[in-house]
């Protein structure tokens, strides 16, 4: 069950930190030239240090988000980077994915995380089709865990309910979307992000 008091207490943290706009920047532009780093992960290593990693990613994803006004690019990436897979061409494809094209559906933070599932535990053999069965149970497992951590899975929820206390889908218009950013929504929602990346974050850990 959700703990409305906890998140409250998160959404207010979020809306009044102090982002470094100039860092992230400069680190946006160096994963634009580059690309993702690959790594050589160490199983032992990311076990023995998996609350130290969760709360890595999970500002990771906050400031992800946040750089990019985009929940599910903000996601994936932060897992990408984390896990060292993926590209940036990916996190491209990932543009029309918040709210599901700004229809205030599915949220950036579940389909982001589903992305990164996807990569890590799905198969390169497309004549095995059942090898999928695994991957997608464990994608309806994340998304029980993201909606009992916040209650809702929907955009539209999430933000009435918890990030802004009110209704508004800052995809509508650009009216919606100039009162969307004076009331710090994109800061506040890197709320959902952080909860997606932490769940899929642990299971990609523990599969190691």
């Not at 690019?73 to 996190?91: D, V």
């Not at 995380?113 to 198969?123: D, E, I, K, V």
């Not at 029980?144 to 933000?159: N, P, Q, R, S, T």
């Not at 508004?168 to 709320?191: R, T």
Request: aromatic share 8%; net charge negative; glycine share 12%.
């Amino acid at each position: 069950m959700a703990d409305k008091e906890a998140l409250k207490a998160k959404v207010q943290e979020l809306g009044a930190r102090k982002w470094d706009d100039e860092g992230l920047e400069k680190r946006m532009r160096k994963l634009m030239k580059d690309g993702i780093p690959k790594k050589k992960l160490d199983p032992a290593y990311m076990k023995a240090h998996k609350a130290e990693i969760l709360d890595h990613v999970e500002r990771l994803a906050e400031e992800y988000n946040y750089y990019l006004k985009n929940c599910a690019q903000g996601t994936a990436l932060a897992l990408f980077e984390e896990f060292g897979i993926g590209s940036m061409e990916i996190i491209k494809a990932l543009t029309p994915f918040p709210g599901v094209g700004g229809t205030g559906d599915m949220c950036g933070g579940i389909t982001g995380s589903l992305m990164a599932l996807g990569l890590w535990f799905g198969t390169d053999d497309r004549t095995k089709p059942e090898l999928t069965d695994p991957v997608i149970k464990l994608s309806q497992k994340l998304m029980a865990k993201f909606e009992g951590k916040l209650g809702y899975m929907y955009c539209a929820d999430i933000i009435e309910k918890i990030i802004l206390g009110y209704a508004i889908n800052p995809g509508e218009n650009d009216q919606a979307m100039v009162q969307f950013g004076h009331d710090k929504g994109f800061e506040k929602c890197g709320l959902p992000p952080g909860t997606g990346v932490r769940i899929a974050a642990e299971f990609m850990i523990d599969s190691m």
